[in-house]
């Protein structure tokens, strides 16, 4: 059967649809070049926001009413239940976020409508990935117990649980062999990994640098994997800036100096309430060690506005933080209420044009940020891998430096094509807020 996955939403969910598409594969079923062509078409939804849930449900909609075999999966489902096949009376069958390996199954048991929320087999569809190409998203950390006000992801995806070292090593070192290059291990909160269950047990090797924590620790591990150019991950919490943390940076430089650290609020108010557990200081402390150890170390975040409460002095408190810690990039989100959180019974009293208006105010302050932050790499030599054509611009190629920054370049006539996953040293020659240009050496 010819399939098709479309995917809304987070790093996680663009993981999943690449382990289901691999069992899918495996199982003996054929990814269509597109959506005409497909005979079962699968939505991979989001909740996190309402607009990313109502995006994904429209979307399976118009596919149910074509007559296609229509699925869904991920957090939507979790968080609908029984209601998805009211919302969806012509759905064939959902999946939530961690039943995601039974999607095989249920397409070869042929029995519609069908609902699955809970799978034992979680760490096969976690370790499945499709071969051919040189980065790779790792799951280490599935779940989430932080409990944030906003948020809705612990009752989508559940407890908090970090996958056995061994494992990950093992789907590392695999592909790696298959010409992966460069990985990056995934987490709601991902420096919490080995926190609430044991990641490392007393028959794994010790860690020859002496490291407790088991992050670094993991860090240290795939960091000895021949072959494995690149190691990066997301998302983090500024109370996993440890120590050890920093010393890893320092001492594996497979370890690329980029985090994505969302603070959401510059207000202490503010942070209190959405139950974040740092303070504004603690927050700029933690920026302050990454920036110690390089200060071009890139830093991005996410940012809510309009969150219930948020006076105008509070919004401010949050453009003076961003200009202190001077992120490299940001994304700005406005509050939408998600049921069944604690903020959802607060008043939702920043009305829609506020929003919009410190949401825009924002925007323009990272647009001008960015351009700063980018400027100083101008007349730098700067170590890309390559990613392939630029999406813009098919006769310039794109890659990443070890900061995540986007670096595109031209390719003379007559020139080889480079290839993925080949590490370029490329001069910046100009710079704008979202990308950098560069030029062979």
Known sequence: MKFLIHTYGCQMNVRDSEAVEALLVAAGHEKAASEADAELVIVNSCTVRQKAEEKAIGKTGNLCAEGKLTGLMGCAVKRLGEEVFRKLP?????????????????????????????????????????SGGVQAFVTILVGCDNRCSYCIVPDVRGHEYSRPAREIIAEVRALVENGVKEVCLLGQSVLRYGVRNAAWDDSDAPSPGGYKEAFPRLLEALSAISGLERIRFTSAHPKGCTDELIRAYKEFPKVCRHLHLPVQSGSDRILADMGRHYTRAEYLAAVAKL?????GFALTTDVIVGYPGETEADFEETRTLMEEAGFDNSFIFKYSPRPGTRSAAKPDDVPKAEKERRDQVLLADQEARGLRRNAVCVGTVREVMVEGPSKRNKARFSGRDGGNRIVVWDVSPGEQAPRAGEVLQLRI?????QILIGERI
């Open 429 to 433: 020659i100009d710079a704008h807020a």
């Open 291 to 295: 920036r110690e150890l390089d200060p």
């Open 90 to 130: 012509k759905l064939d069958f959902a999946v939530g976020p961690r039943a995601i390996g039974l999607i095989p199954k249920i397409i070869s048991d042929g029995v519609f409508p069908r609902l699955e929320l809970a799978d034992d087999a979680m760490s096969q569809a976690l370790a499945s990935h499709m």
